[in-house]
């Protein structure tokens, strides 16, 4: 189905029903009950795991494919952004040009700085791209005032001209994004089932829509003779030249396309939520996009939406973990106990996250150097019980 | 005039001379070796030919072209294809796929965007690929990561890979350095298949008498940079000047 084999449109498949019922998957939990919290079916949030799970397919396609480590991707995910708030501050609020024009600056700012880093190759490439995003931050956060609002971030204001929209609405506020005329991205329609609580929102469902181009794109690259010269590129250049052929386009292809995949997520962030700041583009958002991908699963398909989920779930919700909830959890225990037992935790749950999310992180390296896909894969193995019948047929499809 | 024609090349590294005025042409269809004692040279003159090196003087024209001051893709889209001392294979491929990569080279050239194509329905390719796979006895490990296999076997896959370009020079060299007895006696069947079932010129740089003198049309002898003699196998076996220079009763 759609040029895919049945493997991959199988894999298609799954993720187009986890993207569309997340509402449901998400909220396992029911309202009231105090594993609510755990609860990640909101749509901040279910936007979230949609827009950085674009960013790490794109950025898989680059690192995962060639090898080539990119540590300021973050600069075109924020370009994506203002790009896009600039659309909606000229044009109008409808989100498909904003999104266009993101994806189309993005790839330009791409196109310049590939060109100019994938001259050298291993660490030199990856400092070069991070002294290009760190410039870009700072150019940003400062010298580009008049285009980025610098430190306060570009927002929508009511003296916007948006020539094929309104500036201001009749109650005089401003107008909100939306995909057609009354079709706003943040209305959410509530269904309530029992005790449970489920939110069904616009702006998510044009994440998930674009999640899914974005995934079987990708999918199609890896299958395709261009995605096979990238996995050489990474596996033996002198071979390729040798071959005939010149890796440079190639690298400089993978870039500029995972370039733009960072500009629709940030232009999807800014359709979101209408406005954009330089933190955005900071060297700690473009290492994330890496852990996310390596954590999922570089080179594989899957693995980098996986990644991105994860770490998108421990930002928020681990996060939300504070001391009062702990003392809910264990008020039962002899007081002694239970402030010891919170004295621990506390340093790997509210605001301390980052600690879990650094051993974790270690613990997956370390044991499943595939990421979590690795992991999914051994304990599919351990369940089949098969005595490794076809390792050939596993080798076959490395990527997955 | 042979297919590649090497005239007066020379080149030096800092003091060193290492290639003074180097004289070669090689025949068409026919299989010329290149052989010399340790540091004469002839490495660094194959470097020449594929654009690794450029040569400080002289030409080096390829079927009436220059092939100087190209870069090693462009040469190899000319025609040249280059087997490696080490083999140099994807290593994290596997062997249907290292096939796979030449034959896209050569239909798609050194560059092309083909990424909403699928690699598995380029027919006409794979039967390309599995064909040479099947002439080189290696069908049955097509599936097979490449980077477990036996040195013997990652040299068949280079010469499959540069042979399934149909290259009008294959340049070799080294081809059975730093193999066991067995691997070598292989890849000297291997070789002796090729020359005689396709008709493709070869440039072969080696160390190893034995496989020198049962393959070669013609033999050059290289020593410190220059070209000693050029003749056939049986006159270079018992000529002076090639036991001179071997045994090193020059100094």
């Known amino acids: 189905m759609l040029?895919?084999?049945?493997?991959?449109?199988?894999?298609?498949?799954?993720?187009?029903?986890?993207a569309l019922g997340a509402p449901f998957i998400l909220n396992p939990f029911p309202e009231a009950s105090s594993l609510a919290q755990f609860n990640a079916g909101y749509p901040d949030l279910m936007q979230r795991f949609a827009i950085f799970g674009i960013f790490a397919i794109g950025f898989n396609i680059l690192f995962g494919l060639t090898g080539y480590l990119s540590f300021g991707h973050a600069a075109f995910l924020g370009v994506g952004s203002y790009s896009a708030v600039?659309?909606?501050?000229?044009?109008?609020?409808?989100?498909?040009?904003?999104?266009?024009?993101?994806?189309?600056?993005?790839?330009?700012?791409?196109?310049?700085?590939?060109?100019?880093?994938?001259?050298?190759?291993?660490?030199?490439?990856?400092?070069?791209?991070?002294?290009?995003?760190?410039m870009s931050f700072n150019l940003a956060y400062s010298v580009l005032t008049p285009i980025t609002n610098g430190e306060t971030g570009l927002q929508l204001t009511l003296s916007d001209p948006r020539i094929f929209g309104q500036s201001a609405t009749s109650d005089g506020g401003i107008p909100v994004t939306n995909l057609l005329p009354g079709f706003e991205m943040r209305e959410t329609f509530t269904w309530e089932i029992g005790p449970w609580l489920f939110q069904f929102n616009t702006g998510y469902y044009l994440c998930a829509a674009f999640l899914l181009l974005a995934f079987y794109l990708s999918v199609r690259i890896f299958r395709s003779p261009f995605g096979l010269m990238l996995r050489a590129v990474k596996s033996n250049q002198q071979r390729m030249h040798y071959t005939g052929l010149n890796t440079r386009p190639y690298t400089l292809a993978a870039f500029v396309i995972s370039g733009m995949y960072a500009g629709l997520a940030g232009g999807l962030l800014a359709s979101m939520d209408p406005l954009a700041g330089a933190e955005r583009m900071q060297w700690t958002a473009s290492g994330e996009v890496v852990l996310m991908t390596i954590l999922g699963g570089a080179g594989t398909l899957i693995g980098p939406v996986l990644g991105a989920g994860f770490i998108k779930y421990f930002e928020n919700i681990f996060s939300k973990i504070n001391d009062s909830v702990l003392h809910g959890w264990f008020g039962f225990m002899p007081d002694g106990m239970e402030n010891a037992i919170i004295f621990v935790s506390h340093f790997f749950v509210g605001k301390s996250w980052?600690?879990?999310?650094?051993?974790?992180?270690?613990?997956?390296?370390?044991?499943?150097?595939?990421?979590?896909?690795?992991?999914?894969?051994?304990?599919?193995?351990?369940?089949?019980?098969?005595?490794?019948?076809?390792?050939?047929?596993?080798?076959?499809?490395p990527a997955e | 005039m042979g297919i590649?024609?090497?005239?007066?090349?020379?080149?030096?590294?800092?003091g060193l001379q290492a290639l003074g005025d180097v004289n070669l042409s090689v025949a068409q269809n026919s299989v010329h070796a290149i052989i010399g004692p340790n540091g004469a040279g002839k490495s660094t003159l194959l470097n020449c030919l594929v654009g690794k090196l450029i040569p400080d003087s002289g030409s080096v024209m390829f079927d009436g072209q220059s092939v100087l001051g190209r870069k090693p893709y462009e040469i190899n889209q000319m025609g040249i294809s280059r087997v490696f001392q080490t083999p140099e294979i994807f290593g994290d491929l596997t062997v249907l796929e290292n096939m796979m990569i030449p034959c896209f080279a050569r239909r798609d050239g050194s560059f092309r965007l083909h990424a909403f194509e699928s690699v598995n329905r380029e027919h006409d390719l794979v039967e390309k690929a599995e064909q040479m796979l099947i002439d080189v006895n290696m069908i049955d490990k097509r599936h097979m990561?490449?980077?477990?296999?036996?040195?013997?076997?990652?040299?068949?896959?280079?010469?499959?890979?540069?042979?399934?370009?149909?290259?009008?020079?294959?340049?070799l060299d080294e081809p059975t350095a730093g193999m066991a007895r067995a691997d070598t006696n292989n890849t000297i069947d291997l070789l002796k298949e090729i020359k005689e079932t396709r008709n493709i010129t070869m440039a072969i740089i080696e160390h190893d008498m034995h496989v020198v003198f049962s393959l070669a049309d013609r033999i050059t002898v290289l020593a410190q940079g220059t070209p000693l003699v050029e003749d056939t196998p049986d006159k270079i076996k018992g000529h002076p000047k090639v036991r001179e220079a071997y045994l090193g009763e020059a100094h």
């Not at chain 1, 493997?7 to 986890?18: P, R």
């Not at chain 2, 990561?145 to 340049?171: F, H, I, N, W, Y």
């Open chain 1, 3 to 18: 040029g895919l084999n049945t493997k991959d449109t199988t894999l298609l498949i799954v993720v187009a029903v986890l």
């Open chain 1, 86 to 134: 600039w659309m909606f501050k000229l044009l109008g609020m409808n989100v498909l040009p904003a999104i266009a024009l993101s994806i189309i600056v993005a790839g330009l700012f791409a196109l310049l700085i590939g060109y100019i880093s994938l001259r050298r190759s291993g660490i030199y490439f990856s400092i070069l791209t991070l002294a290009f995003a760190q």
């Open chain 1, 354 to 397: 980052h600690l879990t999310l650094g051993l974790l992180f270690m613990l997956v390296v370390t044991f499943l150097p595939g990421g979590l896909v690795e992991g999914g894969q051994r304990i599919g193995r351990l369940f089949r019980r098969k005595p490794a019948k076809d390792p050939k047929s596993a080798d076959m499809k």
């Open chain 2, 4 to 14: 590649l024609e090497v005239k007066d090349v020379g080149k030096r590294f800092g």
């Open chain 2, 145 to 171: 990561q490449t980077a477990s296999m036996s040195r013997g076997d990652k040299r068949r896959l280079e010469m499959a890979m540069c042979l399934v370009q149909e290259p009008r020079l294959l340049l």
